[in-house]
């Protein structure tokens, strides 16, 4: 079994800046892909960015410039840095990971969300 710990959401203001972190831990071999989605009440869950256990990232068009995606594989953490903030970034953000496990080789998990909130 594989958790998904998130941390960094929160209250900031419109043009500020928050990090969003993401832990996993138990028995993984290997993490095939990170990333993070959001959620609001009146839309599908969306991709916001993913990193490749090579570093390859992807960006949904509205963050490009603003958002930026790591991830630290010795500590199985991906982090999003959210900058230049905006309203419309409010949502609930998850943490996402497609896991090799002893089962198997691409298995799906979730973090249990972290609302992130921007007032105007």
């Known amino acids: 079994q594989v958790q998904l710990v998130e941390s960094g959401g929160g209250l900031v203001q419109g043009g500020g800046s928050l990090r969003l972190s993401c832990a996993a831990s138990?028995?993984?071999?290997?993490?095939?892909?990170m990333g993070w989605y959001r959620q609001t009440p009146r839309k599908q869950r969306e991709l916001v960015a993913f990193?490749?256990?090579?570093?390859?990232?992807n960006y949904t068009e509205s963050v490009k410039g603003r958002f930026t995606i790591s991830r630290d594989n010795a500590k199985n953490t991906v982090y999003l840095q959210m900058n230049s903030l905006k309203p419309e970034d409010t949502a609930v953000y998850y943490c996402?990971?497609?896991?090799?496990?002893?089962?198997?080789?691409?298995?799906?998990?979730w973090g249990q969300g972290t609302q992130v909130t921007v007032s105007s």
């Open positions: 990193i490749t256990n090579g570093g390859s990232t």
């Open positions: 996402y990971a497609d896991v090799h496990t002893l089962v198997l080789m691409s298995d799906e998990y």
């Open positions: 138990g028995i993984i071999l290997r993490i095939n892909a």
